[in-house]
């Protein structure tokens, strides 16, 4: 399993950026991607962001994309999330998790952290 913290949440005015940062806190941090989901009240789990390690390719949803950066430390397990021009849509539980894609689409793999809140005011 994997086991991660995400951490960098916060309440910001429209506008304003977060950056979020997943420090592995278990076994294993995925060797061929990770990524970023959010879930907002009363909504599904849904892809934000992925990271292909060999390469680097990086994707995203298309309601971040432009506004949102995925980058990561692979020596040092760390992956972050850059959220820029940050929208009250954006407002949400994010969790980082290991992934694996099916052609454009990703899935998570091994367990869930506990998520950071991401609030934004209008």
């Known amino acids: 399993q994997v086991q991660l913290g995400e951490s960098g949440g916060g309440l910001v005015q429209a506008g304003g950026s977060l950056r979020l940062s997943c420090p592995p806190s278990?076994?294993?941090?995925?060797?061929?991607?990770m990524g970023w989901f959010r879930q907002a009240p009363g909504k599904s789990r849904d892809f934000v962001a992925a990271i292909v390690w060999s390469g680097g390719s990086t994707y995203y949803a298309d309601s971040v994309k432009g506004r949102s950066t995925i980058s990561g430390d692979r020596a040092k397990n760390m992956l972050y999330l850059q959220l820029n021009s940050l929208k009250p849509e954006d407002t949400a539980v994010y969790y980082c998790?290991?992934?694996?894609?099916?052609?454009?689409?990703?899935?998570?793999?091994?367990?869930w952290g506990q998520g950071t809140q991401v609030t934004v005011s209008s």
């Open positions: 998790a290991a992934v694996t894609n099916r052609g454009s689409s990703w899935y998570p793999i091994g367990s």
């Open positions: 278990g076994r294993t941090f995925s060797s061929y991607a």
